[in-house]
Every structure is written in C-alpha cells, then in structure tokens.
C-alpha cells in the first residue's frame, strides 16, 4: 500500500499504520512530498504483528523499490514517487519505454539510410571504374 498524504489529519502513521498491520499487508510506504508529517516518505515492512521502518524503500518480497525522483511526468516538472530496481534505477513509465523504442528505431533507421548510402556511393563509383576500364580498352 502507498499512501499519498495531502494534510496532517489522515492517520497515516497511526490509524491506518495499525490497520495495514491487523490486515497483514507485507508492504506500506507514506509518500509525503510536502513535509505534511515531517518526512517525504517512509517505507515499513511487516514484521510479525507489527510494521518496521525500512532504511530505504526496497521490498526484496517484491524484487521493487520506490524512490524520490525530479522530472517531469506528464508534463509537469516536480518531485514524483518512482518505482527502482535494486541498484536505484528508476523503472521506466510506459511512455518512457515508447520513447526509448522510438529512439531505437529512429537510430536504426539512420544506421540503415546511411548504409544504403555508402552502398550507393560504392556502386556508383564502381559503375565509374566500370566506365573508365572501358574506355581505357577502347583507346587501346
């Protein structure tokens, strides 16, 4: 469970602490990006009956971790709670992988066009060898 704080009277770390742990969710991070609660974010494990704060936001039961990232999503600059591999990482979004790909393809694209280029240019200047032997053997 990610909770999302927007003011001080939700319960985060109390109320809703307690009913996370009596419901056995194994992980519950708090994500407060305006300091609401002092922090801008907290990650708890379930241990036992009862929650223990994470040093960082990793959850080896789930191979993910989240973390504080500056950027902009969907065009708006700011500081966004991101999924992240074991190393810190940030995951792509969905759109960021599209973009990547995109990227990929366009590059190929390049690769390819000037491979077809210098193909050209060789046949050309192979054509131009072709030319000039003949005339060569003609002369002689």
Excluded at 91 to 112: S, Y
């Amino acid at each position: 469970v990610i909770e999302m704080v927007s003011n001080r009277n939700g319960g985060e770390l109390g109320n809703k602490l307690r009913r996370y742990a009596w419901m056995r969710v194994p992980c519950y991070v708090v994500w407060d990006p305006s300091g609401q609660l002092g922090d801008r974010g907290s990650g708890n494990e379930l241990r036992g009956h009862q929650y223990v704060p994470t040093e960082r936001a990793w959850f080896e039961a789930v191979g993910l971790g989240l973390t504080a990232w500056e950027g902009t999503y969907e065009g708006r600059r700011e500081r966004w709670l991101r999924w992240c591999r074991a190393d810190g990482t940030v995951v792509p979004t969905g759109a960021e992988r599209a973009d990547a790909e995109r990227e990929r393809a366009d590059a190929e694209r390049g690769r390819a066009d000037a491979e077809r280029e210098r193909a050209e240019s060789e046949r050309e200047r192979a054509e131009s060898e072709r030319d000039r032997a003949d005339t060569e053997r003609e002369r002689a």
